[in-house]
């Protein structure tokens, strides 16, 4: 057994219902209590804890007790070999939690003689300057206010360095090609939900491991990015807080309100930002002020209220009056409503298929796919074709060489997609399904129409594609809701449905459109739109019958 009094206070301050906890955080605590706090070959290093938080309450505030909590398990060591128990922190909540100022303090330790590691350097990465440079410009001013300081540490605007340690502290942007080679002992990754795959962790994280107690922090609020870096890194913690992944070294505090409801009482805010915990700093008392004009605001700004669930509630909020479906309902076209549990889909070998095409330039991408009827349900069967050409050019926010490799989509070299790449597709479908129909609209079709129809294929034209979206849009948004799309796992589609944005024309009527004109394609749910329109009219039900049933 292992305690600490910073670790106990903030668990009773819990238990005494002091503090409101979201689930995760509530989560948290069990599997501290269960699985960590229970072994006796590991210890607090309390000298180090305490060195730290009185470095911190000196030059730079007082400590909230939720970083306090998190402080411990920075300095939660191995007793074999005094190496740290936790590598890596996974810290997300709303904006003005306190998250930045903590990373400022802790950095600005880590370089001290206090901590005592020989170049223990530091990198800060963020998307954009400004952002990496905001925890590094807090602890150079913080050196540049106080003169004892000025004969600890070195200073320019690129780099601080501790005269103790040579520890040195840099910022950098999340260009993967900006990194300079420095041996890190930590890395600070800052608006993580801007980070659409592992590119840059991968890159700066290579540099660590040659000095001891190498360490790696996460942290943001989250944002609009699904199925990036930030989504994974969720699905990571709640592993670990369920219990199913004990040997992961990740320490992760998630702040965030439990239900969209609890938007509307603020009593539950501080279960997204700690900072509302009473009793409150003079800095969150004036915060909260100005998150609560904020809210009243949305009555007469409704349309503010996605950007201020997701950054003030950090529980991100699809804006249905924009979107097609709401990110729960297009991630449950895979999963089951645990969120995990893979979706069973039918056997659909020899059942019928129409056939769904979209491509808005020869020199991008093309989608084609197979919608089948089960039950209730539309099954839909897709693949890609993107051109490197276009790729080189445009950096799309999506893990195209991920979903390569799941053999989601085909990259071709080629000066524009060639047409027999989708006749062979679907030929290919016809030897395993019942697919004869193909849909599309007619300036697309009269591409590929008459190599499909040499192959014997019946193609239907849409005259006016943005005419049946309208006629579509009530049932495609019961289809989401009532969960009866079924896309399988399959992350490109989810994000083809995500980059739609929903267009309500002067009469009412609905078009899709996509949210940005180059980056986030639409193709594969405009093809699947296609095929929607004549689903009911070319696809039954089969249902299954004996032979004994059949009247001779």
Request: hydrophobic share 40%; net charge negative.
């Amino acid at each position: 057994m292992i305690s600490n009094k910073y670790v106990d206070e903030y668990i009773h301050l819990y238990e005494t219902g002091k503090i409101k906890l979201n689930k995760e955080r509530i989560m948290l605590i069990k599997y501290l209590q269960k699985h960590v706090l229970v072994r006796d070959d590991i210890y607090f290093n309390e000298e180090m804890i305490e060195n730290y938080i009185k470095f911190t309450e000196k030059w730079y505030f007082k400590l909230q007790p939720f970083q306090k909590f998190i402080a411990p398990f920075v300095f939660l060591y191995y007793k074999e070999d005094d190496s740290v128990f936790y590598d890596q922190f996974f810290i997300t909540m709303s904006r003005g939690g306190g998250k930045n100022g903590f990373i400022s303090s802790l950095s600005h330790f880590f370089i001290s003689p206090l901590h005592g590691i020989p170049k223990y350097n530091i990198s800060i990465v963020a998307n954009n300057e400004k952002q990496a440079k905001l925890s590094f410009k807090e602890v150079y001013d913080c050196i540049e206010n106080n003169e004892v300081l000025e004969d600890l540490f070195y200073r320019t605007k690129v780099e601080i360095m501790g005269y103790d340690t040579k520890s040195i502290m840099q910022y950098h942007t999340s260009n993967a090609s900006s990194k300079d080679g420095l041996r890190d002992g930590c890395v600070i990754y800052d608006e993580i939900h801007r980070y659409e795959n592992f590119d840059v962790v991968n890159v700066f994280s290579s540099g660590l491991g040659k000095v001891p107690n190498a360490r790696e922090f996460f942290i943001g609020t989250d944002g609009y990015v699904r199925e990036g870096f930030l989504d994974k890194m969720k699905e990571r913690a709640m592993n670990i807080l369920e219990g199913k992944d004990l040997d992961d070294p990740l320490f992760p505090f998630i702040c965030k309100i439990d239900e969209a409801e609890e938007v509307n009482n603020p009593d539950m805010w501080e279960k997204a930002n700690p900072m509302f915990s009473e009793p409150r700093s003079s800095y969150a008392k004036g915060l909260f002020k100005k998150v609560l004009r904020q809210f009243k605001q949305l009555v007469n700004n409704p349309s503010n209220r996605e950007e201020f669930m997701t950054k003030r509630m950090n529980f991100p909020e699809t804006d249905l009056s924009k979107s097609v479906a709401s990110w729960e309902e297009i991630w449950r076209t895979g999963y089951e409503e645990d969120g995990k549990t893979l979706r069973e889909i039918p056997d659909l070998k020899h059942r019928v298929a129409v056939g769904g095409l979209d491509f808005a330039s020869i020199k991008d991408f093309a989608a084609v796919g197979l919608l089948f009827k089960v039950g209730e349900d539309y099954i839909w069967k897709s693949h890609s074709f993107v051109r490197k050409g276009f790729l080189d050019k445009v950096t799309l926010k999506a893990p195209i060489k991920e979903w390569e490799e799941k053999g989601l989509l085909t990259i071709l070299d080629e000066p524009v997609i060639n047409v027999k790449h989708i006749v062979d597709w679907f030929v290919e479908m016809r030897e395993l399904y019942g697919v004869n129909t193909i849909v599309g609209d007619t300036f697309r079709l009269d591409l590929v129409k008459t190599a499909l129809e040499a192959e014997g294929f019946i193609l239907l034209f849409i005259r006016n594609p943005k005419a049946i979206h309208s006629l579509l849009a009530p049932r495609v948004e019961t289809l989401f809701a009532n969960n009866h799309i079924i896309f399988g796992d399959n992350p490109m589609m989810r994000w083809y449905t995500n980059n739609v944005l929903v267009k309500i024309k002067p009469d009412g009527n609905k078009e899709y459109l996509k949210k940005d004109e180059f980056k986030r394609k639409t193709d594969g749910f405009q093809a699947f739109i296609h095929a929607l329109w004549q689903a009911d009219n070319l696809l039954t039900d089969e249902l299954d019958f004996m032979l004994s049933d059949i009247k001779f």
